[in-house]
């Protein structure tokens, strides 16, 4: 499938420590598929580190692709592929996903969205209304 005219929505860099995630798991909960991102964080104390995640939400998921990753899988990039970022969670305006969708499928309201974990070696493609991001939530004390 063709993908192209990528838009960067969202870098876990920002906020991940610089050797990525400790571990990715991800859910369905009715139509939203939940992405766990535990990581490790820093506490209040010197010297403390602590578990952390952040659930990346999707909302109203009608298609979920996982691949592994660095694996090229079934997409194939189409026209200037400069704004595409590595582990950035990112919107593809070009989709045959989207394209390709059963008539009734608005395609205005659902986008395709694609992330790569790259200490997992995961990368999803979903194709969902929308994504949130939670605050950081503590899992434990190292």
Known sequence: MKIGDPKQLLNPYDWLPGYGESKVNFYSDGLDV?????????????????????????????CLIKLPFPERGVFEFVDDASGLALGVLTEFKKSELLEGRQAGFETERYKHYSIQFLSENLSLHLVAEAYILSEEIPLSVN
């Open 34 to 62: 939940i992405v766990d991102i535990t990581y490790d964080g820093i506490g209040s104390d010197a010297g403390e580190f602590l578990s952390v995640k952040r659930e990346l939400c999707f909302k109203n998921v009608s």
